[in-house]
């Protein structure tokens, strides 16, 4: 059975800060890039702090702005560890803090190489959902850079 692309519709702050908010839970992520541009494919690996084993993933996004198109597969650590090498110089490390807050998703990234950079993304049901941050998450808020090419994570990896 064919996997099938999902609409991601995401929008992503610049943060002066990490804020202080009561985190539902983080992941450390490493992922690297296969390829990146119109079609980005990335390969990551997730430790979640809920959890003792690792998750490694292989997905695609393709598009631009608010709304890209991704699909996902979770694969094992020996597929990861044989692609993990077509990465190099296109890598991040980064920690992923989770909050919760009227009935969204709250992404902080901590970039560990990229120190002080923090980034927030927010995944919305569609594109006019109206959004409320927390007042902890607005006050770090610096600007919005959704759709912004030098924000994306592949053009942060390094």
Not at 49 to 73: D, H
Not at 121 to 127: A, D, F, K, R
Not at 134 to 156: F, H, Q
Request: glycine share 6%; net charge negative.
């Amino acid at each position: 059975m064919p996997l099938e692309p999902k609409p991601e519709i995401e929008r992503k702050w610049l943060l002066s800060n990490l804020p202080v908010v009561e985190w539902s839970y983080f992941l450390d992520i490493s992922q690297g890039y296969i390829t990146s541009g119109g079609s980005e494919v990335r390969l990551r690996r997730i430790i979640d702090s809920r959890g003792p084993s690792e998750k490694y993933i292989l997905s695609r996004k393709t598009g631009v702005g608010i709304s890209r198109m991704e699909t996902e597969i979770e694969v094992s650590c020996d597929v990861f560890e044989l692609l993990w090498p077509l990465t190099p110089g296109r890598r991040i490390e980064k920690t992923r803090y989770v909050h919760h807050y009227q009935g969204l998703k709250f992404e902080v990234d901590d970039y560990k190489r990229k120190s002080p950079l923090f980034t927030l993304e927010v995944e919305l049901p569609s594109t006019d959902t109206t959004i409320e941050f927390p007042d902890k998450l607005k006050t770090a808020i610096i600007r919005e850079v959704t759709g912004e090419a030098e924000w994306l994570n592949s053009s942060l990896a390094t």
